[in-house]
């Protein structure tokens, strides 16, 4: 879990020039633990957090220590707005057990992509930790799907004409293979003298 | 392509079997089964990144989400017998085509799923369908193109899970990072549906067994006739043939301690004190060793310098000793050598395993035997891990699972020298005198091996000049 090394130093520092007035040291060691313990994101990857339009998604953070309160604020641009659950409740629900809290988010849109802060206020100062949720269409896996369906289905269907281009004639009665190239095999591999009466006749039968 | 007109030749001359080509087109179906056993078994040793993911969807706890491999798996194993008797009668391509097409459209539905039993019911049951309708008969189909090189081919074409293992995983976690759990599900349905195209490489080499079997038998009435192609189907002769029944239960008892170490090494890793990192450098020099020796195996086998089933003996042995070894490896060293003994033994004896079946039950009825054998031998798989998972509760470390699983290969090892045949220094005479031609149109040579077979001399180690592996068909 990644501890915000300057804040350590900032507060060790700080803390022996105020040895003198003990209270004062206490306080300011409170303060320091609280800034470095950063709450953390349950299983965060440093990537973004996936989900789809109509989907739900649950963001969850955890902290060492139990705080007074849990808020959730989704950060548009520069200034945070305070996630309101009793305004939104279709969309917005917020569950805080002691040093965990998860805030799920209904029926996605788009519009809910970016970044959601989980704030855990003490009384020092809140601890901060961020997320980032990205909500996608449908329509996002579905192009490398059919991407992926297109190629199977042209690699089956170049194997299987190969196989009917590569076979010498096997009988006359398999004359289902309407293929361009296995007319072409038959024609080269008949015998000359059969005059066109016989080219019709075959025409004929692949075009059935 | 000089092997086609011959085969043309001698399907108009109709016998029960075809020659192997042994190369040529073989190569490809080789290629098939790599992507095929990719597809299936790499695909769900990796699935692992899915279940963190399902985990944490859902709320259900990990055991729960564990249950979809372990349907999976049961599926593919115990629908063998059902997938070999479906190409005994259509043909293995219609029906591998069609196992595609399953095992893509379960893991396109579970991109779906809203509850854990959806996912059970799709990535479990109709994918482990498919899985089933795929492999035994690519499998089949690898044996009956190669007669001389068939271990080689079966090492070459299994490498296709080793390699996949070291792809996969990457793969899935970018692609469950880009789309979420759901558009992942969706791109690897597709990418199972390359499958479809590994199904239509593999073309007949003739006409399916009991398509020939009752075209040749007069047929009574419908029902006696429907009856007789179950049975044949299904090649339920075998339960009464003594080599099958014996190789059997040694199959058995190699599976239920094949895959503990698979299951286990890295928690024993950890539980002896070695880091994270040390534990994955140990998994994955073992599986790099897996696919070396499923290759060297396949390749020295095919010298045919030993019996197929005497060396099957020698790696079980080897691989029981190395498995009882592990617990006593307390220093990092002495545990990467151990697993790499672990590894290679592992993997040579997976080609022999089933190239060996054709030996014993001939290849007219290899196909079903398959089928029949991976049922039989999933019993292992099912009691198996968890037998070594309670023997590690109640005895808090893993050495006396360890040691069970070795017990059981040597076990199996013990059980395969009682086949009929073993300890002779050639091979179980041909079935009967030779319906086919085989590439060296040896009639002779079918007489020659009958009159040597009966004094067997009883050696466990045979001389070099063996019978030529061509009359084994």
């Not at chain 1, 022996?16 to 060691?29: D, T, Y």
């Not at chain 2, 597809?39 to 729960?64: C, D, K, M, P, T």
């Not at chain 2, 595609?100 to 482990?128: C, E, K, N, R, V």
């Not at chain 2, 049975?231 to 339960?239: I, N, P, V």
Request: net charge neutral.
């Amino acid at each position: 879990m990644p501890r915000p090394r300057r804040a350590q130093h900032c507060c060790r520092e700080t803390a022996l020039f105020s040895m003198a007035n003990v209270r004062h040291l206490i306080l300011l060691l409170l303060y320091c633990d609280g800034m470095n313990t950063v709450p953390v994101i349950k299983d965060k990857r440093d990537k973004p957090v996936v989900s789809y339009t109509r989907d739900s998604v649950v963001l969850e953070c955890k902290l060492k220590y139990t705080p007074n309160t849990w808020n959730w604020y989704k950060a548009n641009n520069t200034e945070k707005e305070l996630i309101n659950v009793t305004a939104n409740p279709l969309n917005y629900k917020i569950f805080n057990n002691g040093n965990r809290t998860k805030l799920t988010i209904l029926n996605l849109s788009e519009e809910h992509s970016g970044k959601y802060i989980c704030s855990a206020v003490f009384d020092i100062k809140p601890s901060e930790s961020y997320i980032e949720l990205k909500v996608l269409s449908y329509t996002e896996p579905l192009k490398p799907f059919i991407a992926i369906v297109v190629e199977v289905i042209v690699l089956v269907t170049l194997i299987l004409l190969w196989e009917k281009c590569s076979k010498p004639q096997h009988d006359s009665s398999s004359a289902g293979e309407n293929d361009v190239c296995s007319e072409q095999t038959t024609k080269l591999t008949r015998d000359e003298s059969n005059g066109v009466e016989n080219n019709t006749a075959r025409r004929r039968k692949l075009d059935d | 392509m000089m092997e086609k007109p011959k085969k043309t030749q001698e399907e108009e001359q109709s016998p029960p079997q075809i020659a192997a080509p042994d190369g040529g087109w073989g190569w490809v179906v080789v290629g098939s089964l790599f992507f095929s056993s990719a597809l299936v078994f790499g695909l769900i040793r990796s699935l692992g990144v899915f279940f963190v993911e399902f985990v944490q969807y859902f709320g259900e706890s990990a055991q729960a989400v564990s249950w979809i491999t372990s349907i999976g798996l049961a599926m593919q194993q115990l629908l063998s017998p059902i997938a070999a008797a479906a190409s005994n009668v259509f043909g293995t391509r219609p029906v591998v085509m069609l196992g595609g097409f399953l095992s893509g459209l379960g893991f396109i539905l579970a991109s779906q799923a809203t509850s854990l039993l959806h996912l059970y019911l799709t990535m479990g049951l109709i994918s482990g369908i498919g899985w089933a309708l795929i492999f035994t008969p690519t499998v089949a189909s690898v044996m009956q193109y190669f007669a001389v090189r068939r271990s080689l081919a079966m090492g070459l074409g299994f490498t296709g899970i080793g390699l996949s293992s070291f792809a996969f995983s990457p793969l899935f976690q970018y692609l469950v990072e880009a789309y979420a759990w759901r558009g992942a599900l969706l791109v690897l349905g597709g990418l199972s549906f390359n499958m479809i195209a590994c199904g239509a490489v593999i073309r007949p080499l003739g006409k399916p067994n009991v398509v020939l079997k009752t075209e040749n038998s007069s047929k009574l009435n419908k029902c006696s006739s429907l009856l007789s192609r179950i049975y044949e189907g299904f090649e339920l002769s075998l339960l009464s043939h003594r080599g099958f029944l014996t190789y059997s239960i040694a199959l058995t008892f190699f599976n239920a301690g094949y895959f503990i170490p698979y299951v286990h090494l890295v928690a024993h890793s950890h539980h002896i004190g070695f880091t994270e990192y040390q534990a994955a450098a140990v998994i994955s020099v073992t599986g790099v060793v897996d696919i070396l020796g499923r290759v060297a195996s396949g390749w020295f086998s095919d010298l045919g310098k030993m019996r197929m089933p005497h060396m099957l003996v020698v790696w079980t042995g080897l691989l029981g000793l190395s498995l009882m070894l592990i617990p006593a490896a307390v220093v990092y060293s002495g545990l990467i050598v151990v697993s790499l003994m672990y590894g290679f033994c592992a993997g040579a004896m997976t080609p022999l395993a089933f190239a060996v079946v054709p030996e014993i039950v001939g290849m007219e009825r290899m196909l079903g035997a398959l089928g029949l054998l991976q049922l039989i031998e999933s019993v292992g798989g099912l009691l198996g891990a968890p037998l070594s998972g309670w023997l590690k509760d109640h005895t808090g470390t893993y050495t006396v699972s360890f040691i069970a699983a070795g017990s059981f290969l040597v076990l199996g090892t013990l059980v395969t020298m009682t086949l009929p045949y073993f300890w002779s220094c050639m091979g179980p005479p041909p079935p009967s005198p030779p319906k086919r031609k085989s590439q060296d149109g040896s009639i002779e040579g079918g007489l020659l091996t009958q009159t040597l077979s009966s004094n067997s001399a009883p050696d466990t180690l045979c001389p070099l000049n063996d019978i030529p592996y061509s009359d084994k068909e």
